[in-house]
């Protein structure tokens, strides 16, 4: 029993009345109690889920229930529960924007110097009133550097280039495979083979030959991001994997540059700006890489191929805003778009204080192992590993089938890749569904996995020898292997 | 409905120049006849507003995303401390005299209330809103929540000479 004592603004869901005598030994039960007496009450008082609304405060004598055991406060007859409201409230926008300022210093801009030639090919900027001639300066004076010229990097160089950025950096390692060609606009057909760097500069230079090109034809490490980073103004991040997307931040902190952040997968997209001088950086964002694995890259997942050329297109949006100083940029916001629904929708960030690298307590002051850090050094070390006597050669499978014996292979990809490319006579588990059904495979018999590459099958093989089976075979480079080496009709994807 | 005389709107809006840009925040004393409330007083609280997380994501408005607010300061929010209001109860219950409802100034913005404001609302109190714009007072409205907590209503009021103030005071004393 306690006497609750209700204010002014909540008598009339209690019968008119300041106080009440209420049975129950805690305050919730108290609460309870009083909630059943009066349902009208109730709802000023608990939420849908039945918790106190967060404007209700409760008092046992002059002490917050908060400071003492929240609900389960026990009360006693002679004690008095006030049930005081929040007082809060205020207008609901935000604080106006700061005005923009541009990368590039007004000296720079003003040394740049524009041929007739490449005034023509600018003019549709150069009427513009927000960039003119002042801003197309700025442009050519800059230097922004682009981490990857794959689906993000590939649109993205050829609008700056377009546009007139003075000076653009590509770092990428990686020569052109068939299958980049679905998005990665900046290379051809033709291509197939070459250096991305090589056919992106020839892009490049057919698009706008007054456009430096600088190539890091090197992997981005922390081993040489400081000095391929430290002359550029912006960086952009076209990176398709943990490790280099943590490295990108952390150089981009400790240089007090602009990231200008992209991510693909699937259908949806990602862009923001991070800068940690100005609001918050990928750390803040996502303090941890997920565990490797968890979220599949573009190869895992398949991406839709116009999709790295929208959000790329943001990411060089935002960078040409950034090198005139106009407009709001994407720093402390983040975009999220889709393409199915067609929707971007936006999360306001903030600056994390505990963020290791730009927060109050900074504990990263130099590059890391990214790798270790993404935990996939780890992977490689101890991967799916399969014994060698565990493994079967595309070749020894063909033999084997030719001489007729009756084989199981497992195919552990998911259905919409075997109905892309399948080696005969196998039958399909996806790997998520390989422990629920080992029931349907004879631990007596050899049982051969196979996958596209032979990841997946091995991870496969390791999971049925956890349930016990024993007579297991890896199928070694997968359907991949059998289209190289046994049958190139079954295609490659 | 609520009658209030010219120098209680005036502290109102002095106030809420005086705190310019940041929010102010008090509350309506006073009595209560039926549907009627009369202000006797208008008492200056402090806005202990401080940004948190918790504070956003408990009044996040339909369609807001987290952190949208993040760094929305006092310029923005008004929050009057639970102890502070928790002793105005308790003086309630000494004098008599009752809490007929709460001022907040909105800076530079008009004089509507906003979601935070609805969400945070209780019942039956009188919310005056002053809008400031650059520093001076501008409109100035008021409004009581709805049964459904859905929306506000403008609440009507009526201005009182400060020697019917008086007058009706005596009234009551000598009643």
């Not at chain 1, 720079?108 to 001639?133: C, K, M, T």
């Not at chain 1, 964002?285 to 050329?309: F, I, K, Q, R």
């Not at chain 1, 089976?469 to 080496?485: C, H, P, Q």
């Not at chain 2, 003086?91 to 979601?115: D, M, V």
Request: charged fraction near 25%; hydrophobic fraction near 40%.
């Amino acid at each position: 029993m306690a006497r609750v004592l209700i204010p002014t603004a909540l008598q009339q869901f209690a019968g008119g009345t300041d106080e009440l005598d209420i049975a129950g030994a805690t305050v919730q039960e108290v609460l309870d109690g009083l909630s059943a007496q009066y349902p009208e009450l109730k709802k000023h008082l608990f939420n849908e889920k039945g918790e106190l609304r967060h404007f209700v405060n409760v008092y046992k004598g002059s002490e917050d229930i908060r400071t003492l055991e929240d609900m389960a406060t026990t009360v006693g007859d002679d004690d008095e529960l006030s049930i005081v409201p929040s007082i809060a409230g205020g207008a609901g926008a935000p604080k106006p924007l700061p005005e923009p300022v541009s990368v590039i210093s007004d000296e720079r801009g003003a040394n740049a110097e524009l041929s007739n030639d490449e005034i023509l090919r600018y003019s549709r900027h150069l009427i513009l009133p927000e960039v003119n001639l002042e801003g197309q300066k700025r442009l050519k004076a800059a230097k922004v550097l682009c981490i990857g010229a794959g689906g993000l990097g590939s649109p993205l160089v050829l609008y700056l280039a377009a546009a007139g950025v003075g000076t653009i950096g590509i770092v990428d390692f990686d020569t052109v495979d068939m299958t980049n060609l679905q998005r990665q606009i900046i290379h051809g057909t033709k291509d197939v083979g070459r250096l991305k760097m090589e056919s992106a500069k020839e892009s490049l230079r057919d698009i706008n030959p007054y456009v430096e090109v600088i190539g890091f034809e090197e992997q981005f490490s922390s081993e040489n991001a400081m000095s391929i980073v430290k002359d550029f103004d912006i960086v952009i991040d076209g990176t398709d994997n943990f490790p280099t997307r943590y490295l990108t931040n952390d150089v981009c902190v400790l240089l007090g540059k602009p990231n200008v952040y992209g991510s693909i997968f699937r259908f949806e997209g990602q862009a923001s700006v991070f800068w940690a001088e100005k609001g918050p950086c990928y750390r803040c964002l996502y303090p941890e890489p997920p565990p490797p694995g968890l979220v599949p890259s573009c190869a895992e997942g398949g991406v839709l191929g116009v999709l790295p050329g929208i959000v790329g297109c943001i990411q060089a949006n935002e960078a040409i805003k950034l090198i005139l100083g106009i407009g709001n940029p994407l720093i402390g916001r983040l975009l999220l778009f889709n393409a199915l629904k067609m929707q971007f929708r936006e999360l306001k960030l903030q600056k994390d204080p505990s963020c290791p690298i730009c927060g109050t307590n900074r504990t990263i002051t130099e590059l890391i192992d990214y790798q270790e850090f993404c935990g996939i050094r780890g992977e490689e070390a101890a991967p799916q590993a399969v014994e060698a006597t565990e493994e079967i050669t595309v070749k020894e499978l063909k033999a084997r089938m030719d001489r007729g014996e009756a084989l199981t292979v497992i195919d552990v990809r998911e259905p919409y890749e075997y109905a892309i490319a399948r080696i005969p006579g196998t039958k399909l588990i996806p790997l998520g569904q390989i422990e629920e059904r080992s029931g349907e495979l004879d631990p007596n018999t050899e049982i051969i996995l196979q996958c596209r590459t032979g990841k997946r099958s091995a991870d496969a093989l390791n999971r049925l020898k956890a349930k016990g089976f024993t007579r297991l075979k890896n199928l070694v480079g997968g359907v991949a292997a059998w289209s190289d080496e046994i049958d190139p009709t079954v295609p490659k994807y | 409905m609520i009658r209030l005389s010219e120098a209680h709107l005036d502290a109102i809006r002095t106030h809420g120049a005086a705190t310019f840009p940041n929010e102010c925040c008090g509350v309506l004393l006073g009595d209560v006849e039926g549907d009627h409330k009369t202000v006797r007083e208008v008492r200056a609280l402090a806005n202990v507003f401080e940004p948190s997380a918790e504070f956003e994501t408990s009044v996040l408005p339909a369609g807001a995303e987290p952190g949208e607010m993040a760094e929305v300061g006092q310029e923005r929010r008004y929050f009057v401390s639970p102890q502070e209001m928790f002793a105005l109860m308790q003086e309630e219950r000494r004098t008599k005299r009752k809490i007929l409802g709460f001022y907040h100034s909105h800076p530079n913005h008009p004089a509507r209330p906003s979601a935070y404001d609805r969400e945070w609302a209780s019942p039956w109190y009188t919310y005056i809103i002053v809008s400031v714009m650059d520093g001076r007072p501008a409109d100035l409205t008021a409004w009581q929540l709805d049964e459904d907590r859905k929306a506000f209503s403008a609440e009507t009021w009526e201005i009182l000479q400060s020697n019917e103030v008086d007058i009706e005071a005596r009234r009551r004393e000598e009643r």
